[in-house]
């Protein structure tokens, strides 16, 4: 995992950026195929699902610390409040309504 290491940092770094799976093979030094199967080797997800796992997670944190929806939403890089209910519920099986309660 040493080699995906400037991959994890990037994505650490910018959660709510859009970041091309181009960008983070450059980065690792691997052709794009060579870094979803190293990553999944790895973490068991693609960079995409582990970046929008990572969402979720800061997602949780601002929702339990009292932010709103919307604000969550917008800080994270969601469409809207909508993108980010349908992305919680299929990353933990409820709503963030229902999370914060």
Same mark, same amino acid.
């Given at each position: 995992?040493?080699?995906?290491?400037?991959?994890?940092e990037r994505l650490q770094r910018?959660?709510?950026?859009?970041?091309?799976?181009?960008?983070?093979?450059? /980065?690792?030094?691997?052709?794009?195929?060579? $870094?979803? =199967?190293? *990553?999944? &080797?790895? @973490? %068991?997800? !693609? +960079?995409?699902?582990?970046?929008?796992?990572?969402?979720?997670?800061?997602?949780?944190?601002?929702?339990?610390?009292?932010?709103?929806?919307a604000d969550v939403a917008y800080? /994270?890089?969601?469409?809207?409040?909508?993108? $980010?209910? =349908?992305? *919680?519920? &299929?990353? @933990? %099986?409820? !709503? +963030?309504?229902?999370?914060?309660?």
């Amino acid at each position: 995992t040493l080699v995906l290491q400037p991959a994890f940092e990037r994505l650490q770094r910018s959660p709510a950026a859009d970041v091309s799976l181009h960008e983070l093979a450059q /980065l690792s030094e691997m052709s794009r195929y060579q $870094l979803i =199967r190293t *990553f999944r &080797a790895a @973490t %068991g997800m !693609t +960079p995409h699902a582990w970046q929008l796992n990572l969402c979720i997670n800061l997602a949780k944190e601002r929702l339990l610390a009292g932010a709103s929806l919307a604000d969550v939403a917008y800080g /994270l890089g969601f469409a809207d409040q909508a993108h $980010l209910q =349908r992305v *919680f519920k &299929a990353y @933990t %099986g409820i !709503t +963030p309504g229902r999370f914060r309660a």
